[in-house]
């Protein structure tokens, strides 16, 4: 079932020794045997006449382990190693046959034999062998299967165009060396597989896609294919047809599904990006509002100034004002009332008089009703005296300030009386 690659190196020790023999000189070439079966190394030898073997040894060196023994011949006595007992025999002078050989047993053997002359002089002798074990392919259902692919794909590391791909398979194991599937196409061309995926050999079409029969084989002279028995239908080349037309008419619509598919791709990024552009113009929208907000509170301009219209005799709220000055439009003069149009601070001062020796000047800055600042005042002896309030207040939107007569027997004259308030700073 499966076959071993022997190479022999032929290393003399002297002329006048021992001397290998011709068979196997004549073997030095590579040999192919197969796992399963045994692996024969003829190291057949011919002795001085004054020569004869004191002892030999056999080793191997398995590929990439440390070199083991496999036995010994000491007193006309051969001894394997335990782990090669009723595996392992001798054959004729330094020869030995392994049975049942596997691939984890391939390496370099070798066997040293030591000679001693009748004079007690020792020589040794070393002769070596590479042993290469070879393993069968296999398959899923112990056959290979070739078909066309019903999809076309595309070949994005060399064209980047799409194909027509068959596969051929399916293998669980590509043996030891691994096999590799060849192709022919309808005009005899032997074609290497474009990949292997999967446990498929999987060839792409060139374009235009020629029709007719494709064949998938193993290499005849593959170690691993002639390890095959005779007979196995693994050594069967397998053949499917490709109709040109429809192959042709594959590539087309896989064309076009792919351009469908690239649409819907952009379709759904604009749709991101239509829906960003709008998040973003929606925050831009409330970052431009916030802006102006900022910008009307940093450049909001309150201030008024506003005199008595005629003189207030009596208590209350002064009125009327004849307005001088009114940015911002905060300040009645019928109702002599100021309401603040932000959060912030500002500043009030009012001054009045009295012309009426027998009244009085009795005025308070109220703030929604409560009193901040008061002014007194008489007129003596002929004298025109006046009073003032003035107070920095901090109002939210919507509360009002005004002046307040707190008695009834008080007179202000209108030439005397004023009032005037602006902001200082505006909240943001």
Not at 186 to 212: A, D
Not at 380 to 388: A, E, N, P, R, V
Request: charged share 20%.
């Amino acid at each position: 079932m499966f076959r071993f690659l022997v190479i022999f190196w032929l290393q003399l020790a002297g002329y006048s020794g021992l001397q290998w023999a011709e068979r196997f000189q004549d073997n030095s070439g590579p040999m192919e045997v197969c796992s399963g079966q045994n692996i024969r190394l003829f190291w057949n030898f011919t002795l001085a006449q004054d020569e004869h073997v004191k002892d030999m040894v056999w080793t191997c060196q398995p590929e990439g382990n440390a070199t083991e023994m496999l036995a010994s011949y000491v007193d006309d006595t051969f001894m394997p190693m335990s782990e090669f007992s009723g595996r392992l025999s001798h054959l004729q002078d330094g020869g030995i046959e392994l049975s049942c050989a596997t691939i984890l047993e391939s390496g370099n053997y070798s066997v040293t034999v030591n000679t001693v002359d009748n004079n007690g002089d020792e020589t040794l002798y070393r002769q070596t062998a590479w042993v290469k074990v070879v393993d069968t392919p296999k398959t899923q259902n112990g056959r290979i299967e070739v078909r066309q692919e019903r999809e076309a794909v595309r070949d994005d590391t060399s064209d980047r165009q799409w194909h027509v791909h068959l596969s051929c398979g399916h293998f669980s194991d590509l043996g030891h060396p691994p096999v590799e599937a060849e192709w022919k196409t309808p005009n005899g061309e032997t074609l290497s597989s474009s990949y292997f995926h999967k446990g498929n050999f999987h060839l792409l079409l060139s374009n235009p896609v020629k029709g007719g029969n494709y064949t998938c084989s193993l290499p005849s002279l593959s170690p691993a294919t002639r390890c095959l028995p005779p007979g196995s239908v693994l050594r069967d080349d397998v053949t499917v047809y490709v109709d040109e037309v429809a192959a042709r008419f594959s590539i087309m619509e896989a064309h076009q599904v792919a351009m469908e598919t690239r649409l819907d791709e952009e379709r759904a990024a604009f749709a991101v990006f239509r829906d960003n552009t709008s998040l973003e113009k929606s925050q831009m929208q409330g970052e431009m509002e916030d802006l102006k907000i900022r910008l009307d509170t940093a450049t909001l301009r309150v201030s008024f100034h506003a005199r008595l219209t005629s003189s207030f005799t009596g208590s209350g709220t002064l009125t009327p004002f004849t307005v001088i000055t009114n940015e911002g439009d905060a300040f009645s003069g019928t109702t002599g009332t100021f309401t603040a149009p932000r959060n912030g601070t500002y500043f009030f001062v009012a001054s009045a008089g009295t012309a009426s020796s027998d009244k009085y000047v009795d005025m308070y800055l109220q703030k929604d009703g409560v009193s901040v600042s008061r002014a007194l005042a008489r007129q003596y002896s002929g004298y025109y005296t006046m009073g003032s309030v003035q107070a920095t207040l901090y109002l939210t939107a919507g509360q009002r300030v005004w002046l307040h007569s707190a008695r009834s027997n008080t007179h202000y004259h209108a030439s005397f009386t004023s009032f005037t308030g602006f902001l200082i700073h505006a909240d943001d």
